[in-house]
């Protein structure tokens, strides 16, 4: 993908004036990292919103913030739950030289003999991957291609994935990613997912970032 660069301003605007900020189609955020203080940003609105419909949690872009580059991965993404534009983003800035661990979207490609021959069902039990890589190589999704799964039980560990040798998968080798089950054995595997705790994937590495927006929730 190509370079992605955000131009940005410092912000001193706090609490229920970001309201006055958003009016103005600008978009408030933060820079915040290992080796960053927390930096209360804003960013055109319009301009950002377009660009963020292309990134995923693993890429990699450059916040310009008056004339210095801070090289940053998207970290959270608020919206308006009515609107669904953009009304927050925090960013996690990263040293380029310094590997990271993040996680990385799965991308199922290609076809299963077991799900197009024998009416196999296709059970996705990842969606994600923790990976560790310096910045630069950290991809933006991690293709699996599903057409060895020739028959009904045949699976993909993470051990079996294949990746770049840039790249380390952190997840434990012997998790299952996927694996093709008769259609009432994936009913029960659905059910046993819907009753598991749900968990928000995070980087590893990240410092605490200071609760700006307290003061115009009050």
């Not at 960013?43 to 090289?71: C, F, Q, R, W």
């Not at 959270?76 to 990271?100: M, P, S, W």
């Not at 009416?119 to 293709?143: A, F, S, Y």
């Not at 291609?145 to 028959?151: F, P």
Request: proline content about 3%; aromatic content about 4%; charged content about 30%.
């Amino acid at each position: 993908m190509e370079k992605v660069v955000l131009q940005a301003e410092k912000r001193n605007v706090v609490g229920k004036q970001v309201k006055a900020l958003r009016r103005e189609g600008k978009l408030p955020g933060v820079i915040y990292g290992r080796h960053v203080e927390p930096i209360a940003i804003s960013l055109e609105a319009h301009s950002t919103g377009l660009a963020m419909t292309k990134l995923t949690s693993s890429s990699l872009v450059t916040i310009n913030l008056d004339g210095k580059e801070y090289p940053a991965l998207v970290r959270d993404r608020q919206r308006d739950y009515i609107k669904g534009n953009l009304t927050h983003v925090d960013f996690l800035a990263v040293d380029l030289n310094e590997k990271i661990r993040a996680f990385v979207g799965v991308h199922y490609v290609g076809v299963s003999g077991a799900v197009k021959d024998y009416n196999g069902v296709l059970v996705h039990n990842l969606e994600q991957l923790e990976v560790e890589c310096l910045p630069t190589d950290l991809p933006e999704r991690i293709e699996i291609d599903i057409s060895v799964l020739a028959k009904i039980g045949d699976g993909i560990r993470v051990h079996d994935v294949k990746i770049s040798d840039k790249v380390r998968i952190v997840t434990d080798g012997d998790e299952m990613v996927a694996v093709v089950t008769l259609a009432k054995e994936e009913d029960a595997a659905a059910g046993a997912v819907a009753g598991a705790e749900p968990t928000a994937p995070e980087l590893s590495v990240e410092r605490g970032k200071k609760e700006e927006e307290g003061a115009e929730k009050k």
